[in-house]
């Protein structure tokens, strides 16, 4: 194999991966597997989202619980990725549309992009960055953040 398809191989790989990892990060969230965050943040990790600020995988365990443990449930919908990767560092854009409901009559919709840095490390790609910037919110919503 040449290293042109080695690159291309590694570079498509890559890809899936970090892809994946959006998908995970949904499925985290929504599921509520905390258990799971090293396989998806660094230790390190640093995010910012109109709920607040989190350093480190307890602070952002615990700002992700705070923010949506309170819904019966959760659904988010990752798109329109754009993965952008640089040797061991990659950044991830994402548009998030997210359903929350807040009992049994009443669901909110929130909008906005994740923005995410990735880097890769032993175990394989990992966010250690995490900007979440809102769009839109239904008024439900407004009230309940």
């Known amino acids: 194999m040449t290293s042109t398809?080695?690159?291309?191989?590694?570079t498509l790989a890559d890809r899936a991966e970090l892809a994946?990892?959006?998908a995970r990060h949904s499925l985290w969230i929504d599921e509520r597997?905390?258990?799971e965050t090293g396989?998806?943040?660094?230790?390190d990790v640093?995010?910012?989202?109109?709920?607040?600020?989190?350093?480190?995988?307890?602070?952002l365990v615990e700002l992700?619980?705070?923010?949506?443990?309170?819904?019966t449930g959760t659904l988010h919908n990752k798109s329109n990725l754009v993965v952008d990767?640089?040797?061991d560092t990659a950044t991830v854009r994402a548009h998030d549309i997210a359903v929350f409901t807040l009992?049994?009559?009443?669901?909110?919709?929130?909008a906005g992009s994740h923005h995410y840095r990735a880097r890769r490390t032993e175990d394989g790609w990992r966010f250690d960055r995490l900007d979440v910037k809102p769009l839109a919110l239904t008024e439900a919503l407004g009230r309940a953040v």
């Open 85 to 87: 990767i640089d040797g």
């Open 20 to 22: 994946d990892l959006v």
């Open 46 to 59: 640093v995010v910012t989202s109109p709920r607040g600020h989190a350093h480190g995988i307890d602070a």
């Open 64 to 71: 992700v619980r705070k923010g949506h443990d309170t819904y």
């Open 33 to 35: 597997r905390y258990d």
């Open 5 to 10: 398809s080695e690159t291309l191989l590694r």
């Open 103 to 110: 009992d049994d009559k009443t669901e909110a919709i929130a």
């Open 39 to 43: 396989r998806l943040f660094t230790e």
